[in-house]
Each structure stands twice: as C-alpha cells, then as structure tokens.
C-alpha cells in the first residue's frame, strides 16, 4: 500500500518505472491511477515469488515514497523506506 495514494504514485511519485513494474504483475496500473486512496496490492501465499520481485521492484526504484506491507495472517505492520529500508 502506498503511504501516500496511487494517483500521486503513478502521476508523479513513481511514474517513471512503476507502472511498467505492475504490468509485469499482470496488474493494470490505470485501474489504480484514479484512486485518491491506499488500496491494497494482495497477494495470496502462492503468489508469493511474485510478491517477492514487486518488493525487489519497490525496494530498488523508490526514490520518494514509501510503502506499507500488512500480512493478514501475522500482527506485523512494515514500511518499505524510500531509503531501501524495511522498518
């Protein structure tokens, strides 16, 4: 989940390489390009290798922005650093 929204991501926050990076999740950028709000990517346990590349994808570009994690089945909360930090 972004910490900020997906319109200011995909506008500006990120615009230059995330929305490449979503296609090549099969996940279409201009249905989250609209949306003033934080709306969860999910991912189920068996998508897992490729929730690990977006990671990797977040963890490598971000520049500006950070991110939030949530595992529904854990009580852990993280935050993707724009610094190329987990918190």
Do not use: C
């Amino acid at each position: 989940m972004p910490r900020s929204h997906w319109a200011y991501e995909l506008d500006f926050g990120s615009d230059a390489w995330m929305p490449e990076s979503l296609r090549r999740f099969d996940i279409d950028p201009a249905q989250l390009s609209e949306r003033t709000n934080a709306a969860a990517i999910e991912f189920s346990p068996e998508e897992s290798d490729r929730a690990a590349h977006f990671l990797r994808d977040l963890l490598t570009h971000l520049a500006g922005s950070d991110f939030s994690l949530a595992f529904p089945s854990h009580p852990v909360i993280a935050t993707l650093h724009h610094h190329k930090q987990i918190w």
